[in-house]
């Protein structure tokens, strides 16, 4: 039956109950959305073309980490590593691809690195970490909330120690190349008169590419089967431990693209970039629906989740709100969402 | 016969009732829907001065939207002012033209000593 003709076949009393559960299962949202067209009323300019611009930008650049840490998530996991792998890759990369020309190169003697190159490495460094999360979570059962915890300290010393290295002495790495900046920060196409970056555009590639990944291949139905029953699966003839790590692996190959992103969209890299990326990134996934019971999650639920997250977040700069107050707000709304996802769990039981 | 899901939430899920849980909700949403206008009128970004070695300037308290306006030049014995950027280094220069307060800032000012044998101008 489709859901009309349920609803139809519903009494009064089961309509008011469906209605109720609706209403607080969305509560969260109609919120948020009512927050964000008083915001708009208030200080126009909030959904003006480039201030929407703006806000699509920054959603594309959280994306791709969404879309990692949603995948550790699905599997009853986390994944507290992955800011501290963004910061690694972004300052690898920076320090690659500086101009030639440029007074505190980290290497002065290297030529321009062809830009293919330093993005394989990144992917490589992201996959590096990713296999190590999830080799130790596979293979010796440890919750991956204990290994992302390690490997995340682990990367953040490899990265100061890396800053040390060539010229650079602890400094932050700038002066990118242009070819690098133009390629992540440049645009071909605008809305109205604000350039769209072109890191929108890999963004939403990467993102058709996660979806064939979760929805078509056995990988993902695999990844959901694990996340929701490892004991059924395991039964039904799935390698649970391969699909652990495998699910890290990729986590750690998005984290990889979001760095080499993200070191030519910031410009300026230090030992601080990609602090606290996995807040933003676990935060819209629950919100999107990704739920932390593990085995539920979709690809357009991290999308709005991201979307959302950040069109609030722009809003209380608007409002004024400085970005250390908007902490305690960014805390609340995890909390409800995680209160909502938990509720459905146990309504469902 | 169906394994037993074993999973971390099942336990302790389901001891929490879940009209504590519309609680959290409801409380929750509540308390952002009243930090949100708090907050905001508490709010506004600050724009500090370091004049690194010169003469101090004001940190102006800014909201949302308000033009940074340039300050006046501070002075430092035996050096020239050469300008205010985003960094101590003096890597990328602040514009202030157009320039409003979208979040906090900290600018520094870079200098260059006066050469040698340039009398110091009296100030």
Same mark, same amino acid.
């Given at each position: 039956?489709?859901?009309?003709?349920?609803?139809?076949?519903?009494?009064?009393? /089961? +309509?008011?109950?469906?209605?109720?559960?609706?209403?607080?299962?969305?509560?969260?949202?109609?919120?948020?959305?009512?927050? &964000?067209?008083?915001?708009?009323?208030?200080?126009?300019?909030?959904?003006?073309?480039?201030?929407?611009? $703006?806000?699509?930008?920054?959603?594309?650049?959280?994306?791709?980490?969404?879309?990692?840490?949603?995948?550790?998530?699905?599997?009853?996991?986390?994944?507290?590593?992955?800011?501290?792998?963004?910061?690694?890759?972004?300052?690898?990369?920076?320090?690659?691809?500086?101009?030639?020309?440029?007074?505190?190169?980290?290497?002065?003697?290297?030529?321009?690195?062809?830009?293919?190159?330093?993005?394989?490495?990144?992917?490589?460094?992201?996959?590096?970490?990713?296999?190590?999360?999830?080799?130790?979570?596979?293979?010796?059962?440890?919750?991956?909330?204990?290994?992302?915890?390690?490997?995340?300290?682990?990367?953040?010393?490899?990265?100061?120690?890396?800053?040390?290295?060539?010229?650079?002495?602890?400094?932050?790495?700038?002066?990118?190349?242009?070819?690098?900046?133009?390629?992540?920060?440049?645009?071909?196409?605008?809305?109205?008169?604000?350039?769209?970056?072109?890191?929108?555009?890999?963004?939403?590639?990467?993102?058709?590419?996660?979806?064939?990944?979760? $929805?078509?291949?056995?990988?993902?139905?695999?990844?959901?089967?694990?996340?929701?029953?490892?004991?059924?699966? $395991?039964?039904?003839?799935?390698?649970?431990? +391969?699909?652990?790590?495998?699910?890290?692996?990729?986590?750690?190959?998005?984290?990889?693209?979001?760095?080499?992103?993200? #070191?030519?969209?910031?410009?300026?890299?230090?030992?601080?970039?990609?602090?606290?990326?996995?807040?933003?990134?676990?935060?819209?996934?629950?919100?999107?629906?990704?739920?932390? &019971?593990?085995?539920?999650?979709?690809?357009?639920?991290?999308?709005?989740?991201?979307?959302?997250?950040?069109?609030?977040?722009?809003?209380?700069?608007?409002?004024?709100?400085?970005?250390?107050?908007?902490?305690?707000?960014?805390?609340?709304?995890?909390?409800?969402?995680? #209160?909502?996802?938990? +509720?459905?769990?146990?309504?469902?039981? | 016969?169906?394994?037993?899901?074993?999973?971390?939430?099942?336990?302790?899920?389901?001891?929490?009732?879940?009209?504590?849980?519309?609680?959290?909700?409801?409380?929750?949403?509540? #308390?952002?829907?009243?930090?949100?206008?708090?907050?905001?009128?508490?709010?506004?970004?600050?724009?500090?001065?370091?004049?690194?070695?010169?003469?101090?300037?004001?940190?102006?308290?800014? +909201?949302?939207?308000? /033009?940074?306006?340039?300050?006046?030049?501070?002075?430092?014995?035996?050096?020239?002012?050469?300008?205010?950027?985003?960094?101590?280094?003096?890597?990328?220069?602040?514009?202030?033209?157009?320039?409003?307060? /979208?979040?906090?800032?900290?600018?520094?000012?870079?200098?260059?000593?006066?050469?040698?044998?340039?009398?110091?101008?009296?100030?």
């Amino acid at each position: 039956m489709s859901f009309i003709q349920r609803y139809k076949t519903m009494d009064k009393t /089961e +309509r008011a109950n469906y209605r109720k559960e609706f209403f607080i299962n969305n509560s969260l949202y109609m919120f948020l959305i009512a927050a &964000v067209v008083v915001i708009q009323f208030i200080s126009p300019h909030f959904l003006s073309g480039p201030s929407i611009v $703006n806000i699509i930008s920054l959603s594309a650049a959280n994306l791709p980490i969404a879309l990692g840490i949603a995948g550790a998530i699905i599997l009853t996991g986390t994944d507290l590593s992955a800011g501290r792998i963004v910061g690694l890759v972004a300052c690898v990369s920076a320090s690659l691809l500086q101009a030639t020309g440029y007074p505190n190169k980290m290497f002065p003697d290297m030529p321009t690195l062809p830009l293919v190159l330093v993005f394989v490495i990144a992917l490589a460094i992201g996959a590096l970490v990713g296999l190590i999360n999830g080799f130790c979570t596979a293979k010796f059962n440890l919750h991956p909330f204990i290994v992302t915890l390690s490997t995340q300290l682990i990367v953040y010393g490899a990265l100061l120690m890396y800053l040390m290295i060539g010229n650079n002495n602890g400094q932050s790495i700038s002066g990118l190349d242009s070819s690098y900046t133009g390629f992540i920060t440049g645009s071909f196409l605008s809305l109205g008169r604000t350039p769209i970056p072109n890191y929108v555009w890999y963004a939403l590639i990467i993102t058709v590419i996660m979806w064939f990944i979760w $929805n078509k291949t056995a990988f993902g139905k695999n990844m959901f089967a694990v996340g929701s029953n490892p004991d059924a699966a $395991n039964v039904s003839g799935v390698n649970v431990k +391969r699909v652990i790590t495998l699910v890290f692996v990729l986590a750690g190959i998005m984290y990889g693209i979001t760095g080499f992103i993200e #070191a030519a969209r910031i410009g300026s890299n230090s030992a601080a970039t990609g602090l606290n990326y996995e807040l933003d990134a676990i935060a819209a996934c629950v919100i999107g629906g990704v739920s932390f &019971v593990g085995g539920i999650g979709k690809i357009r639920g991290v999308i709005m989740g991201v979307v959302l997250l950040r069109l609030i977040f722009v809003g209380l700069t608007f409002l004024s709100i400085d970005a250390n107050m908007q902490y305690i707000i960014k805390g609340l709304i995890i909390l409800v969402a995680c #209160a909502i996802d938990m +509720r459905k769990y146990l309504v469902r039981k | 016969m169906e394994p037993k899901k074993k999973n971390v939430f099942a336990s302790a899920a389901s001891r929490i009732p879940i009209k504590l849980l519309d609680a959290v909700i409801i409380v929750g949403i509540l #308390a952002i829907a009243v930090l949100i206008p708090f907050l905001s009128s508490r709010g506004g970004f600050t724009v500090s001065f370091d004049s690194s070695g010169g003469s101090e300037v004001e940190t102006r308290r800014l +909201r949302y939207g308000d /033009e940074i306006e340039e300050p006046e030049e501070p002075v430092r014995e035996n050096y020239v002012f050469e300008g205010w950027y985003y960094d101590s280094e003096g890597k990328r220069k602040f514009d202030f033209d157009g320039a409003y307060a /979208e979040e906090s800032l900290t600018l520094y000012a870079v200098w260059s000593p006066l050469a040698e044998d340039v009398p110091a101008s009296a100030e």
